[in-house]
């Protein structure tokens, strides 16, 4: 077996390092850091969707009292 160079023993060190750090990045089958953005993206994106609902319906809410208001004050 031959010696490696070092350039090669560069590139074996290198390639270990980016293991690892691709590890940390996706998971080692539990997730990573990827894995955790996209639940919280989740997480937000629901909360912005229940605040739109909300706002949707109080807005309905002051239309039908803008309307109960203006028909009170026509009689």
Known sequence: MRMMNE??????SDLSVLKTQMTGLMGDGNGGRI????????WHEQNWQRAKGFMVAVSVL???IEV????????
Do not use: G, T
Request: proline share 0%; net charge negative.
């Open 7 to 12: 350039f090669e023993a560069q590139v074996l």
């Open 35 to 42: 894995a955790d953005l996209e639940r919280r993206m989740e």
């Open 62 to 64: 002051f239309a039908v």
């Open 68 to 75: 109960a208001v203006e028909a009170m004050h026509r009689h």
